[in-house]
C-alpha cells in the first residue's frame, strides 16, 4: 500500500488555507486600526449612547451584541422572528413595555426593525437581565438562550462558561466579552459621557 506522501498537495492548500484564517484574525484583533474597525465596524452611535445612559449599561456592550447579533444590519430577522439590530422577539419587546422598563411614549409607534426602537429594547433587556443575575456573563448567556436556561446554568454556581452546555451560547458569551474589549480599545472617544459604573 502506497503512503502519501508529507506535502501532498491536498496538505499544503489545507496548511496555507489555516495559515491565513489565522493570519487574518490575528489582523482583525492586532493589525492596523483601519483593518480592526472592517472586523468591529460601529453605527448608530447617538442611539447606542441614549439607551446605554437610560438603561446604564456599557454603551460598548450594546455594540459588541449588535456586531454579534446582526453585523450593524438593521433588517436581520432570524428564524425565530427575532428582529433588527439586537435581534429582539416582540415578545421581549411586549414584556419591557408591561414591565415599564422601556417608556412606550418615548418609543411612540416605532417598530423594532426601526434602528433606535430596536436598540432601546435590546439595551432595556439587558440591563433587566444584568440586575437578574448580577453578572453580565450570566445575562448574555440567558440573551442568547432565555431565561430557563441561564437559571439552570446559573443554579450551577462556578464559572458559567463552563455551565453553559449550548456550545452556540458559550460562543456567544465569549464573542460578545471579546468584542466588547476591542470596542472599547478601538473607539475610545466615541462615548466620552460613559462612566464605566455598571454594565
Not at 484574525?25 to 483593518?35: K, S
Not at 449588535?66 to 428582529?83: H, K, L, Q, R, W
Amino acid at each position: 500500500m502506497r503512503r502519501s506522501r508529507p506535502w501532498a498537495a491536498h496538505r499544503v492548500v489545507l496548511l496555507f488555507v489555516v495559515g491565513a484564517l489565522g493570519a487574518l484574525a490575528f489582523i482583525a484583533l492586532r493589525g492596523p486600526l483601519w483593518f480592526q474597525r472592517l472586523y468591529y465596524p460601529l453605527m448608530f452611535e447617538q442611539e447606542i449612547a441614549t439607551s446605554a445612559e437610560r438603561h446604564r449599561v456599557n454603551p460598548y456592550l450594546v455594540a459588541a451584541v449588535i456586531n454579534e447579533e446582526s453585523g450593524f444590519d438593521p433588517s436581520t430577522v432570524s428564524s425565530a422572528g427575532a428582529m433588527g439590530l439586537m435581534q429582539v422577539m416582540p415578545s421581549t419587546a411586549e414584556d419591557m413595555r408591561a414591565r415599564g422598563i422601556v417608556d412606550a411614549e418615548a418609543i411612540g409607534s416605532a417598530l423594532l426593525d426601526d434602528p433606535a426602537a430596536n436598540i432601546e429594547y435590546g439595551t432595556a433587556y439587558l440591563r433587566y437581565l444584568v440586575e437578574r443575575y448580577h453578572e453580565v456573563e450570566i445575562a448574555l448567556a440567558a440573551y442568547n438562550a432565555g431565561l430557563r436556561y441561564a437559571d439552570a446554568w446559573a443554579a450551577e454556581g462556578g464559572n458559567i462558561r463552563d455551565a453553559i452546555t449550548f456550545s452556540e451560547t458559550r460562543h456567544f458569551v465569549v464573542r460578545v466579552i471579546r468584542a466588547k474589549e476591542r470596542y472599547e480599545e478601538i473607539y475610545p472617544d466615541t462615548f466620552p459621557e460613559w462612566s464605566g459604573g455598571s454594565e
